[in-house]
């Protein structure tokens, strides 16, 4: 199931982060895709703030990895942009991320994923486009969801640009 999700600005794309994260549970994963400019850390900033997390989000296209510990649960970003490789993506151990083992279990944020060599079994993988004028999401579940986060997404869907 896919659903397609008006964003006219950055803040309803912030907005619709800080709704996705009420939704979303301690081992969720978000996988996103866009061109550069499209949004994705805008929409990590929205999740951050949905998640009561008060340190600035920012993009970790230098540091690979940003972990924010506070909140209602951690959120883990990861920026692909910088590597090109599957072998240098893989020893970054993304895994270790969405498995929640070697580190609580919380939200788990790939920007760039379309570079991943392997995927989790379920995720939401959002795509940011911008066509004739008009910023949206493409939101596809992969797996098992929420019935909360398949209700928002309803909710989303039906909003007018």
């Known amino acids: 199931m896919a659903w397609q999700i008006p964003l006219t600005?950055?803040?309803?794309?912030?907005q619709f982060g800080k709704q996705l994260a009420t939704a979303l549970s301690?081992?969720?994963v978000i996988l996103l895709w866009g061109e550069l400019g499209a949004g994705k850390t805008t929409l990590v900033q929205g999740l951050g703030e949905g998640l009561g997390?008060?340190?600035p989000i920012v993009s970790p296209t230098f540091t690979l990895i940003n972990e924010y510990c506070e909140g209602k649960m951690p959120l883990y970003h990861?920026?692909?942009?910088?590597?090109?490789?599957?072998?240098?993506?893989a020893q970054?151990?993304?895994e270790t991320y969405w498995e929640g083992e070697e580190v609580p279990p919380g939200l788990t944020v790939i920007e760039w994923a379309q570079r991943l060599p392997y995927f989790p079994d379920h995720y939401l993988q959002i795509e940011?486009?911008?066509?004739?004028?008009?910023?949206?999401?493409?939101?596809?579940?992969?797996?098992?969801?929420?019935i909360p986060?398949?209700?928002?997404?309803?909710?989303?869907?039906l909003l007018k640009p």
């Open 92 to 94: 970054l151990f993304p």
């Open 26 to 28: 301690p081992g969720g």
């Open 149 to 157: 986060l398949i209700n928002l997404l309803e909710q989303w869907m």
């Open 128 to 146: 940011l486009l911008f066509q004739q004028q008009a910023r949206y999401a493409l939101v596809k579940i992969v797996g098992d969801a929420e």
């Open 9 to 14: 600005t950055p803040e309803a794309t912030q």
């Open 53 to 55: 997390i008060e340190q």
């Open 78 to 89: 990861l920026d692909l942009y910088r590597l090109e490789n599957a072998s240098a993506i």
